[in-house]
């Protein structure tokens, strides 16, 4: 795949956000497709990882997508194969360490600023998608954030 492909990916990734999908959909959404798993389905799959797990503000969702690709990508199937699952880890380890450089944290709560869990988890209600909304919210950048660390993942597998 050339870079300009995976470049498009992740531009579809923010359009996915920017339409209204969540954080983890819409970078798995954007990279379902490449082990077999359909759009939809990958929405579905990833619909509950939105707003940091339920909107309970833990794991930003954008990097719960990172942990869910790479477990598409280079996951275990065997429950014995301690070295694959290994493996697995080492890569969510070194994708999540470049994407809490990138970003300041891996948390949502702490990347939105709110301050003490019960404030972040005051709510299970989906926010509306205003003009307001993405004015203030930092979650696109997140989203292109997350989704290029993957992409850059892809490409050096290739090299």
């Known amino acids: 795949m050339t870079d300009e492909k995976l470049d498009e ?3 579809r990734a923010v359009d996915n956000f920017m339409a209204g999908y ?3 959909q819409s970078v798995v959404a954007a990279f379902s497709d490449l082990y077999g798993l359909d759009e939809t389905m990958a929405k579905r799959i990833a619909a509950g990882f939105g707003g940091g797990v339920g909107r309970l503000r833990m794991m930003c969702g954008a990097v719960t997508g990172i942990v869910m690709l790479v477990g598409l990508d280079c996951g275990q199937i065997e429950g014995s194969d301690r070295e694959g699952k290994s493996a697995c880890y ?5 994708l999540l360490a470049k994407s809490k ?4 944290s891996l948390i949502c709560a702490e990347i939105l600023g709110i301050k003490g869990y019960e404030k972040a988890a005051s709510s299970y209600v989906a926010s ?3 003009a ?3 004015k203030t919210r930092p979650c696109a950048a997140k989203v292109e954030s997350a989704a290029r660390i993957f992409a850059n993942y892809l490409k050096t597998k290739r090299l």
């Open 90 to 94: 080492k890569v969510v380890q070194d």
């Open 132 to 134: 307001e909304y993405y």
């Open 22 to 24: 969540g954080c983890c």
């Open 101 to 104: 450089e990138e970003n300041g």
């Open 128 to 130: 509306a998608r205003t």
């Open 9 to 11: 990916r992740v531009n």
